[in-house]
């Protein structure tokens, strides 16, 4: 008997694939044969599904399968993620503290810099309206009489603490925020904003449709580079903050692009 029980035969190829990956690190290997069966599509489909994913170093393809390429450097633990650049992440969240106004409607994309940005969301005193699927901003918003909070349902993701999946989606389809403020995993001109997994993707590219304002929270180590699976143009950003590790030629060619940078300095360190 196939151990992996039938999909609907509707789903698309990004979740697919981002299936696909949760299988191999859940069971070690998948046989194409079986995961073809599961998807109810041709096992060709299937190989073409995991080429594109050993190209992007997730994988390594074996003879009629696949197995998972250990120690990606897109999954650090989370725990490393928190306290690398610390100092930046923290600086980087007060300016964008300074964004949010009374009445305001938001969306709080998950990660370790956003984490530092809701960790201050209890000196607000007027009401507000958040919208999240970060498990760990739970925690600082919680007993806040004059936030709304929204939290979107989905499958709970436990190396990124977050809910995703077509049930978060469909959540955020009703929904219209005034400000989204967003994380990524690396940014590049060409290649604009991206991230480490098809779940995570699809998210982003939903939320930047369903926000007026889009604000980039991302440290000056993450400039340049491009991750596993596009987010959106960087066109589609209205406002970047970042550090003072900033080139000059990554700071122009954000400015060049119309888009409103906001340089965090080591000054916003101090307490607000």
């Not at 990660?111 to 901003?137: C, D, R, W, Y």
């Not at 904003?193 to 604000?215: G, N």
Request: glycine share 6%; charged share 20%; proline share 2%.
């Amino acid at each position: 008997m196939n151990k992996y029980m039938k999909l609907n035969t509707g789903i698309f190829h990004i979740e697919r694939r981002n299936q696909i990956l949760e299988m191999i690190r859940n069971n070690g290997q998948i046989i194409v044969k079986e995961v073809a069966e599961k998807f109810n599509v041709t096992e060709v489909t299937i190989r073409q599904d995991l080429k594109i994913l050993e190209q992007n170093g997730f994988i390594t393809r074996t003879y009629g399968g696949a197995v998972e390429r250990s120690h990606s450097s897109l999954d650090r633990p989370f725990d490393e993620r928190m306290v690398k650049n610390l100092p930046q992440k923290i600086a980087i969240a007060k300016e964008a503290f300074k964004l949010i106004t009374p009445g305001d409607s938001m969306l709080f994309d998950g990660g370790t810099t956003l984490l530092e940005l809701a960790k201050l969301v209890n000196q607000i005193t007027f009401q507000i309206t958040i919208v999240t699927n970060f498990i760990p901003h739970i925690q600082f918003f919680d007993n806040l009489e004059n936030i709304h909070l929204t939290i979107l349902g989905g499958t709970y993701n436990i190396a990124n603490k977050n809910l995703l999946g077509m049930l978060t989606t469909a959540a955020l389809h009703d929904l219209f925020v005034d400000k989204a403020f967003l994380s990524t995993t690396g940014i590049d001109p060409a290649y604009g904003i991206s991230c480490t997994s098809f779940a995570e993707a699809e998210l982003r590219k939903c939320i930047l449709e369903k926000s007026k304002e889009k604000i980039l929270l991302v440290d000056s180590s993450k400039l340049g580079k491009n991750s596993f699976v596009s987010c959106g143009n960087i066109n589609q950003i209205d406002t970047v903050i970042t550090d003072w590790g900033i080139s000059e030629t990554a700071a122009n060619v954000l400015k060049e692009k119309n888009i409103n940078l906001i340089i965090a300095n080591k000054t916003s360190l101090v307490d607000l």
